[in-house]
Structure formats: structure tokens, C-alpha cells
């Protein structure tokens, strides 16, 4: 049986979703929940702060909402030396496949990282996650698997795993081992598998991936005790919060 290679290829650019309205975010404000402040910095500044932190020197910025504003921040709060190149998902109303889609034609032939511009997490999380091995054709995803209240759990995108390979993703997930944290690096595989899935009528990220666990081809790698957060509402903000003092975005 042949078995595929082990390799850290080095991964250094990365996608942000970063197109989406943010219906479940209720404000006063009509603009992008990503130009919140959590801690006294906008939410997409500590995304992209973490990335940079981490390894990575080129992000991909999916923009639709409120596109100029989001843009405009990242291109003036975005680290010295990272390099933003947006791409705009005019169907940003849908879901985040088509999002990941957009970005396709610079990163077509190689692998990257796939960030969540409304999540927190540490730099040196990304940081373990883009040196892990990763053999030819594998998605890694990095997953939580402490215990959570219900009502989180309920909330989050959810993962079944053997060992360490993912054979189930989505919110309908149950029962489930780990919770799935939004920080990937994908193999450019995904693309067609997106493409699959949308012309299936499934236009999520996690229709994409269920179709690459299906062949055994995506893999989960365990965060351990580190912090994250997925701002998803107003009051998740206050949780940030803790989570991005004192030691996030690095």
C-alpha cells in the first residue's frame, strides 16, 4: 500500500473571510462587525495581527459587506511587512464557500491557511498549526476538544473524529468529539471540493470539507488549553474581551 509523504511544507500566505453582514451581530451601527473594538482594537486589526505573528506575510481578504470600510481598515492597521490583497465576493449574502472561492485564482496550485476574520486565536496556535505535518492532499483543522456548556456547544460548528482524522463536520454533529475553531491550513484540493459542493446546492466552507473527510483527507490537530473566540453576537464581545487580554492577538 503506498503511503503519502510527511511534509512541512511551509505555508506563509493565508485567506480571511472577512465578506460577511453578520446577522446574529445586533447593532445599533450598520457597518461590519469586524471594525468592533474588542480590548480598544478592531476586531479584523487582532485577526490579522495574529496571522502576521504566526508566520504568515500575505493575506487573501475576502471582502463584501461594507467592502471599502473593511478594506480601508486593513490595508491601514495591517502589520508592516503584511501584504493584504482583496478580493471581492459580490454573493457575500450566501455562505462562506463561494467567500474562499474568490481568492482561488492566486492560491490555485498551493496550499494556505484559511482564517475567520470574526475569531480570536493566539498566534502561536496558527503558529504550531502551520509547521504540523501534513502529508500531500491533507486539510489540517485545528479543533477544541475540552468539554463546553451546551448552549456553546450548540452554537459552534461541530467534529467526529478516529484518532485524529475527521470523519463528520457540520452543526448538526452529534454525538461529537471536538469543536471545530476555524483556523485551517488547506490543501488547494478544497477548491474543487467546494466547487462540488456548491453545485450540490451546499454553499458553506463545511459542505467543502465534508466532502475532503469523506475521502479521509482531512485531519484535526488538537489546541490543547489555548484561547479562542468566535464573535458571533454583541455578547460575545465581552468574552473576547478575556480572551484577547493579556496574551492575544500574540
Known amino acids: 500500500m503506498h503511503l503519502p509523504s510527511m511534509g512541512t511544507t511551509r505555508v506563509d500566505e493565508a485567506i480571511v473571510l472577512a465578506a460577511g453582514n453578520g446577522d446574529r451581530f445586533r447593532q445599533s451601527s450598520p457597518r461590519s462587525k469586524l471594525l468592533t473594538p474588542i480590548a480598544g482594537t478592531p476586531l479584523l486589526s487582532r485577526t490579522l495581527e495574529s496571522a502576521y505573528h504566526a508566520g504568515i506575510t500575505t493575506v487573501h481578504l475576502v471582502v463584501g459587506y461594507d467592502a471599502d470600510r473593511v478594506t480601508g481598515l486593513a490595508a491601514s492597521a495591517a502589520p508592516l511587512g503584511l501584504r493584504i490583497h482583496p478580493h471581492l465576493n459580490l454573493d457575500w449574502r450566501r455562505e462562506n464557500g463561494l467567500s474562499v472561492l474568490a481568492a482561488r485564482p492566486c492560491l490555485r496550485d498551493r496550499p494556505f491557511a484559511l482564517l475567520m476574520g470574526d475569531h480570536l486565536f493566539d498566534a502561536q496556535t496558527l503558529r504550531r498549526l502551520l509547521s504540523a505535518?501534513?502529508?500531500?492532499?491533507?486539510?489540517?483543522?485545528?479543533?477544541?476538544?475540552?468539554?463546553?456548556?451546551?448552549?456553546?456547544?450548540?452554537?459552534?460548528?461541530?467534529?467526529?473524529?478516529?484518532?485524529?482524522?475527521?470523519?463528520?463536520?457540520?452543526?448538526?454533529?452529534?454525538?461529537?468529539?471536538?469543536?471545530?475553531?476555524?483556523?485551517?491550513?488547506?490543501?488547494?484540493?478544497?477548491?474543487g471540493a467546494l466547487e462540488t459542493s456548491i453545485r450540490e446546492g451546499d454553499t458553506t466552507l463545511s459542505g467543502g470539507i465534508r466532502r475532503l473527510t469523506a475521502a479521509g483527507r482531512v485531519v484535526g490537530v488538537d489546541i490543547g488549553d489555548a484561547r479562542w473566540c468566535d464573535v458571533d453576537t454583541v455578547d460575545d464581545v465581552r468574552q473576547a474581551e478575556q480572551v484577547a487580554q493579556p496574551a492575544c492577538p500574540v
Open 133 to 191: 505535518p501534513r502529508a500531500e492532499g491533507e486539510t489540517l483543522l485545528c479543533v477544541d476538544r475540552r468539554p463546553v456548556p451546551f448552549e456553546i456547544a450548540h452554537e459552534a460548528t461541530r467534529v467526529r473524529m478516529i484518532g485524529n482524522r475527521l470523519t463528520a463536520i457540520g452543526k448538526d454533529v452529534d454525538p461529537y468529539d471536538a469543536l471545530d475553531t476555524g483556523l485551517f491550513v488547506c490543501d488547494p484540493s478544497v477548491f
